[in-house]
């Protein structure tokens, strides 16, 4: 059974960090693009950043360019999402999800988390 767990997630103030986890079971990530998308209330889900564990290409959005640094870990099957210098609009429910082909599209995934809620105080 292909499972994605996220955890990390926290509230925390603007200029700060997190580091967010997808621990991924059922599959190994050379098998699969992993993605990291975010969803604010009323806004839709939009894609953060994206890896190819097994090619290492990475591709982040621009709102975080040089904020954030997406990793993978083959040994502990997880796929982490360093975020720096956070600010308020980085606000979010942030999903990890795993497909087949990386894409910016959410559409392109096969599975999903449950999410982790990210929230910068300003």
């Known amino acids: ?17 997190l580091r967010l986890s997808c621990a991924a079971s059922g599959f190994t990530l050379d098998d ?11 806004k839709e ?10 090619g290492g ?9 040089g904020r954030f640094t997406i990793s993978g870990d083959n040994a502990k099957n997880t796929v ?8 308020p609009e980085d606000t979010a429910l942030y999903y990890c999800a795993a497909g087949r082909i990386a894409s910016r599209l959410a559409g ?3 599975y999903w ?6 929230t910068v105080s300003s």
């Open 1 to 17: 059974e292909v499972r994605l767990v996220e955890s990390g997630g926290g509230l925390v103030q603007a200029g700060g960090s």
């Open 32 to 42: 699969y693009a992993i993605a990291w998308f975010r969803q604010a209330p009323g």
């Open 45 to 54: 889900r939009e894609g953060v950043s994206c890896i190819n564990v097994s």
């Open 57 to 65: 290409g990475t591709y982040y959005d621009d709102s975080v360019k």
């Open 80 to 87: 982490y999402l360093q975020m720096n210098s956070l600010k």
């Open 108 to 110: 392109s995934y096969e």
């Open 113 to 118: 988390g449950q999410g982790t809620q990210v």
